[in-house]
């Protein structure tokens, strides 16, 4: 008797698409920073670009968005503002613009929801996980330096020296780790919320290119991705971006 074939293990379409199209990590291409600026790999989420979000009121949305409504951002190129919620009131929830992204373009081609009443989306995911000022919806300014010191008074498990980050806006020492001595899962959190306290969309002068360089950004920067509330809205579907010019961008 012949073997049975085997069965294909069943993918959802994010999940495909991922597979697909987005194998193997892609490394983030780093923003630009004035020559005096140290860049510590520990801290690699410091100095990274972010995707301008590819979805438009009225291009192809693709999978994860059933029963969501558009969003208008402040422009194009905002990283802050979900470009989709669902739910009112207490329930109101928004999808972040920079998950949503493949992988290939430096998201990581999920749709995630977060409450926006009680700020799990705008004090913590956009802030706490990408480092995004709800003010600029542009990214914080990392350390202009480093420095190492010792601690006095060390408990259980407490760490014997601690890093410390200098603030451009405040020109403060703050500490950009904890005193315990545990793995955290995102290193930049605790200078993220120094930045979010002090900065007020203070940048350090020199500090540019907070984008990946692609068509999405060309298309942005054109204002082909102007919102235009003229038009009705698309039925959910497909997953490609139509540009100006005949460019098809897939996300």
């Known amino acids: 008797n012949a073997p049975a074939p085997t069965k294909r293990r069943r993918l959802s379409a994010d999940t495909a698409a991922a597979e697909d199209t987005d194998a193997g990590a892609v490394a983030c291409p780093r923003r630009t920073f004035p020559s005096c ?15 301008v979000c590819s979805y438009t009121r009225h291009g192809k949305r693709g999978s994860g ?48 929801w ?18 995004i000022a709800p003010a600029s919806g542009r990214p914080f300014s990392p ?16 760490k014997t020296h601690l890093r410390q980050g200098k603030c451009h806006k405040c020109k403060k020492w703050v500490p950009v780790e904890g005193i315990k001595d545990v793995e955290t899962k995102v290193n930049e959190i605790f200078w993220w919320k120094h930045a979010h306290s002090c ?13 990946v360089d692609d068509d999405v950004l060309r298309a ?6 102007d919102d235009d509330e003229s038009e009705d809205e698309e039925a959910d579907g497909g997953g490609r971006l139509t540009l100006g010019l005949g460019r098809v961008v897939t996300y």
């Open 37 to 51: 600026i140290p860049q510590d790999e520990q801290f690699s989420l410091f100095y990274r670009r972010f995707p």
């Open 65 to 112: 968005l059933a029963g969501a409504v558009w969003n208008k951002a402040r422009c194009a190129t905002d990283l802050y503002t979900p470009r989709f919620v669902k739910g009112r009131g207490t329930k109101k929830v928004g999808v972040c613009p920079i998950c949503c992204e493949s992988v290939k373009r430096g998201g990581e081609n999920r749709k995630l």
């Open 114 to 131: 977060f409450s926006m009443k009680f700020s799990a989306f705008k004090c913590y995911h956009m802030m706490n996980v990408h480092g």
């Open 143 to 158: 350390p202009v330096e480093f420095r190492t010191v010792e601690r006095d008074n060390i408990g259980k498990n407490e």
């Open 199 to 211: 900065h007020k969309g203070s940048r350090i002068p020199g500090e540019a290119d907070d984008f």
């Open 220 to 225: 942005a920067l054109a204002g082909e991705l």
